[in-house]
């Protein structure tokens, strides 16, 4: 209007901090695309061994409820094998890390990047939780004969 120039808006540089905060954004894009992808790395390869695994747990009688398999697909995936213990990966998602929960804190029971490595710990594991139900079982008092002593202390 009166004789002036009007100066062009696209000519003018973005502010610093609206290319900064577009930046930004880009980067975390890219990051939880890569960090996505490492989850379900993770998973991947627990479902793998979960498979593994399989074999191995057929064997197991079915009316013993002992073990739970099953993964957990949260923040940190996990295999458990029980309530106590799982399989979990390590910091660079290859190894795979056997973990048992304490009441002092966690043991690593096993720590390979090899699956079978990792089912023969399992193995040794499940063995040895069968033969503590077993020896729990077998000196616990049967409830019949308990019955069966307070009818008899009550007669005598």
Avoid: C
Avoid at 127 to 146: H, S
Wanted: charged share 35%.
């Amino acid at each position: 209007m009166w004789g002036r120039k009007r100066k062009e808006a696209s000519s003018a540089p973005p502010p610093p901090l609206k290319d900064a905060l577009r930046k930004a954004r880009i980067d975390q894009a890219e990051r939880s695309g890569v960090v996505i992808d490492l989850h379900d790395a993770e998973v991947a390869r627990l479902e793998l061994l979960n498979e593994a695994l399989d074999p191995l747990f057929e064997e197991i009688p079915k009316d013993i409820e002992l073990f739970d398999r099953g993964i957990s697909r949260g923040d940190t995936p996990r295999l458990w094998i029980d309530a106590v213990a799982h399989i979990s990966m390590g910091r660079d998602k290859r190894v795979y890390r056997f973990l048992q929960e304490t009441r002092y804190g966690r043991t690593v029971l096993a720590e390979s990047v090899n699956a079978p490595e990792i089912v023969h710990a399992v193995t040794k594991y499940l063995a040895q939780r069968l033969l503590e139900r077993e020896r729990a079982l077998a000196q616990a008092p049967a409830t019949r004969d308990l019955k069966f002593e307070m009818r008899y202390a009550r007669r005598h």
